[in-house]
Nanobody, 130 residues
Framework: QVRLVESGGGSVQAGGSLRLSCVAA??????????AGWFRQAPGKEREGVAQ????????MYADSVKGRFTISQDNAENTLYLQMNNLKPEDSAMYFC?????????????????????WGRGTQVTVSS
């Protein structure tokens, strides 16, 4: 069974940066053929979509709360997904999950919806202190 593995989380002060990485375990995923995304869940809150990308076409999409600060990307071999997070704020503190779907990304009101991502990782913790 395909599973994703996240890394790169940690504790930083507000204004700092982190880069999260995501690779597939047990199977090689060429992210150029997948819709790939990042989600996050803070304690007591629902999981929310942060960013998604489909390398085959279209622009990445971001939650309004992270636009201009976070960047989703893939490496040249397209086997690793990244989330560059700059100017981090305490409200960015959450467990961050990588997710993928062997399909095009949904847009519009269906964008960044976890129901459309069947492949998940177990998450990496990000904590931002003020």
């Amino acid at each position: 069974q395909v599973r994703l593995v996240e890394s790169g989380g940690g504790s930083v002060q507000a204004g700092g940066s982190l880069r999260l990485s995501c690779v597939a375990a047990g199977y090689t995923i060429n992210f150029s053929r997948y819709c790939a995304g990042w989600f996050r869940q803070a304690p007591g809150k629902e999981r929310e979509g942060v960013a998604q990308i489909y390398h085959g076409g279209g622009s990445p999409m971001y939650a309004d709360s992270v636009k201009g600060r976070f960047t989703i990307s893939q490496d040249n071999a397209e086997n690793t997904l990244y989330l560059q997070m700059n100017n981090l704020k305490p409200e960015d503190s959450a467990m961050y999950f990588c997710a993928a779907a062997a399909s095009l990304c949904y847009g519009g009101t269906s964008a960044l919806r976890e129901r459309y991502f069947p492949i998940w990782g177990r998450g990496t913790q990000v904590t931002v202190s003020s």
